[in-house]
């Protein structure tokens, strides 16, 4: 019978066969749950011979590199080198409103910053004389190939841009993909045996280009980090009130308007947050998270109090469809 234990075996047994005993793989890793448990496996399969490569495109959330530094290097014992390049992609992103071209400068810049790393560690082990990297682990789920032949709209060829198929071509890698049989739950089971944290496990999807399809306009430093500090704050709130995973993807959207508002005496003119929580099982259809009135109004609370720049809240009541699930 099929068990998730001798799948692991199967797997690892697989990895080390087609890798060989000294051949190198190289992977991108974001700290969600695919890119996670397919590291864990080839870390068990092959060690160190295994190098994770987490890019910081400037657009993450609240400390979301240090987080996947510490969960995957100093937890998981992967082999990882993150690269910095948060000033290239901002600076790429100035004066940038439209959503798609955000994608693409997004999209684009993490192959060129990947292969550049990618290069770097190869010349790397070449000068230890180690053997060169002829692997791409790839952590695509049985979902993702499907997907990847039917087109289902913008955000789904985006979504396929960025994780089947659209990697380095100058590499010349062979491409790995442990997950590619397996569904979204069984990943999460997967994840368990391996050692993966519950809390990362059910973390729900955070796309490719980050909070910049989250700031509506241009995206700025100061402006990414009002949208940090919001969702931070939803998200804390909404672990404090358990309601993580009865929500299907909770986010904060910053939108390009400014509003009046008052403080002390004062009047104030500034921007507004809306939050978007949904419930969906395929990610093609959603409904508006019915939210219960007394988190919601801490939320909000917390928003304006601590989020300066601030002064609205708006909740978004729309369902996918007529609405899609990111406002970008
Ligand atoms: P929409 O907004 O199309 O979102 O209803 C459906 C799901 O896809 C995610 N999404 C993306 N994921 N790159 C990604 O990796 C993207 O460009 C992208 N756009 C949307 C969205 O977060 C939701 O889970």
Redesign the pocket.
């Known amino acids: 019978t099929w068990t998730m234990e001798s799948f692991v075996d199967k797997e690892v047994e697989r990895i080390r066969q087609l890798v060989g005993p000294t051949a190198q793989v190289v992977g991108a890793v974001s700290g969600g749950v695919d890119s996670t448990v397919a590291a864990v496996l080839m870390k068990r399969a092959i060690g160190d011979r295994f190098h994770a490569i987490l890019v910081d495109n400037g657009v993450m959330r609240w400390k979301e590199c240090e987080t996947v530094k510490a969960t995957l290097q100093e937890k998981l014992g992967i082999n990882l080198v993150v690269a910095d390049a948060a000033e290239l992609f901002l600076g790429r992103l100035k004066g940038v409103i439209d959503p798609e071209k955000k994608?693409k400068i997004i999209g684009l810049s993490f192959i060129e910053i990947f292969e550049q790393e990618a290069s770097r560690i190869d010349e790397e082990l070449a000068s230890h004389g180690e053997s060169k990297i002829q692997y791409l682990l790839q952590g695509t789920l049985y979902p993702d190939v499907i997907e990847s032949i039917s087109f289902k709209?913008?955000?789904a060829t985006?979504?396929t841009h960025?994780?089947v198929g659209g990697l380095p071509e100058k590499l010349k890698m062979k491409i790995i993909e442990p997950l590619r049989e397996l569904f979204k739950d069984e990943v999460r089971a997967l994840g368990s045996i391996l050692g993966v944290d519950e809390e990362l496990i059910w973390r729900h999807?955070?796309?490719?280009?980050g909070l910049a399809?989250r700031i509506l306009g241009e995206v700025t430093p100061s402006q990414v980090e009002i949208a940090r500090k919001a969702d931070k704050i939803l998200i804390e709130e909404i672990r404090t009130a358990e309601l993580y995973k009865n929500i299907s993807?909770a986010f904060c959207v910053l939108l390009p308007v400014l509003a009046v508002g008052v403080m002390g005496d004062q009047r104030t003119y500034e921007q507004v947050i809306a939050i978007r929580c949904v419930e969906t099982t395929d990610?093609m259809t959603?409904d508006w998270y019915p939210f219960p009135y007394d988190v919601l109004k801490r939320i909000s609370g917390r928003i304006t109090n601590e989020v300066r720049g601030v002064n609205r809240v708006v909740y978004d009541v729309s369902s996918?469809p007529p609405a899609?699930?990111?406002w970008e």
Request: hydrophobic share 30%; proline share 19%; net charge positive.
């Open positions: 994608r709209g913008p955000s985006i979504k960025h994780n999807p955070f796309p490719g280009p399809i993807q990610f959603a996918k899609t699930i990111e």
